[in-house]
């Protein structure tokens, strides 16, 4: 499943939206991609940093031991291959 992400533009700043995306995504999912733009390793809303740890909270708090295994992807470019030329 593939979703939109924290800082998609249709959204804008819906944070609910973001929780309950997040939530059931790690709810349902065995393996979940975090994509991260390397500048924002360190910063603390730019990595999504509060996002995080409020559903790590309540995911332990409703579902218990279950396993998710979580990939933090670093990436360091802003451009796809398309767009370079």
Known sequence: MDMEGTDGKERGE?????KQS???ALAVADVVLINIWCHDIGRE????KPLLNTVFQVMMR?????KTTLIFVIRDKTKVPLLLF
Request: glycine share 6%; net charge negative.
């Open 14 to 18: 819906d944070t609910a939206f973001e």
């Open 22 to 24: 997040t939530l059931f």
């Open 45 to 48: 809303h730019a990595s999504n």
């Open 62 to 66: 409703l579902f218990g031991p279950r």
